[in-house]
T-cell receptor, first 113, second 112 residues
Framework: DTGVSQNPRHKITKRGQNVTFRCDPI?????LYWYRQTLGQGPEFLTY????????KSRLLSDRFSAERPKGSFSTLEIQRTEQGDSAMYLC???????????FGSGTRLTVV | KQEVTQIPAALSVPEGENLVLNCSFT??????LQWFRQDPGKGLTSLLL?????REQTSGRLNASLDKSSGRSTLYIAASQPGDSATYLC???????????FGTGTRLTIIP
């Protein structure tokens, strides 16, 4: 197992465009999390899935954001009509229900110009 | 709602010194606490996970302690090396779920 994989590593987009990020968790982990991190801050929770069910969404996740985890495997995070304030590092993590320790991916850095 | 504070925000020490990073949390009803390392522009690497039943956890030159009653955790780094330079983040779960709340981190610089 190669750990949590995120693609792309970097994304530069023009304001108003839609972007989609992908996360492939550790295969035996049934929980998957999305966090957002801005410069100088700790990661902030966005949403999490247990298998294919999205169990919680943060108020940070406006209606322009949507996340899916079809079949409880990989997950996608889509941002519609991007704004400059969406520029951040988007981090994905997974955990096994019985362990609770998180494993993070390398993140996707989004720059909205 | 869980709140996590890390002090100091930045720390510079000469190579070879031992050092301690501090983390405090407001909700002591936690089942674990996790320490992470983050290099500039990179993701988070898990260093140590301490379960609520444990008081300490060790990995190589790293030792983390947990005192739930006082709402504190410390990360001790022995014989620091330039490669230890990074930001160290502490994270505690929120009561009733696994959502982690992070501190803002301590940016550590080891001076050769």
């Amino acid at each position: 197992d190669t750990g949590v994989s995120q693609n792309p590593r970097h994304k530069i987009t023009k304001r108003g465009q839609n972007v989609t990020f992908r996360c492939d968790p550790i295969s035996e982990h049934n929980r998957l999390y999305w966090y957002r991190q801005t410069l100088g801050q700790g990661p902030e929770f966005l949403t999490y899935f247990q298998n294919e069910a999205q169990l919680e969404k943060s108020r940070l996740l406006s209606d322009r954001f949507s996340a899916e985890r079809p079949k409880g495997s990989f997950s996608t995070l889509e941002i519609q009509r991007t704004e400059q304030g969406d520029s951040a590092m988007y981090l994905c993590a997974s955990s096994h229900r019985d362990n609770y320790g998180y494993t993070f991916g390398s993140g996707t850095r989004l720059t909205v110009v | 709602k869980q709140e996590v504070t890390q002090i100091p925000a930045a720390l510079s020490v000469p190579e070879g010194e031992n050092l301690v990073l501090n983390c405090s949390f407001t909700d002591s009803a936690i089942y674990n606490l996790q320490w992470f390392r983050q290099d500039p522009g990179k993701g988070l690497t898990s260093l140590l996970l301490i379960q609520s039943s444990q008081r300490e956890q060790t990995s190589g030159r790293l030792n983390a302690s947990l005192d739930k009653s006082s709402g504190r955790s410390t990360l001790y780094i022995a014989a620091s090396q330039p490669g230890d330079s990074a930001t160290y983040l502490c994270a505690a779960p929120n009561f009733g779920n696994e959502k982690l709340t992070f501190g803002t981190g301590t940016r550590l610089t080891i001076i050769p």
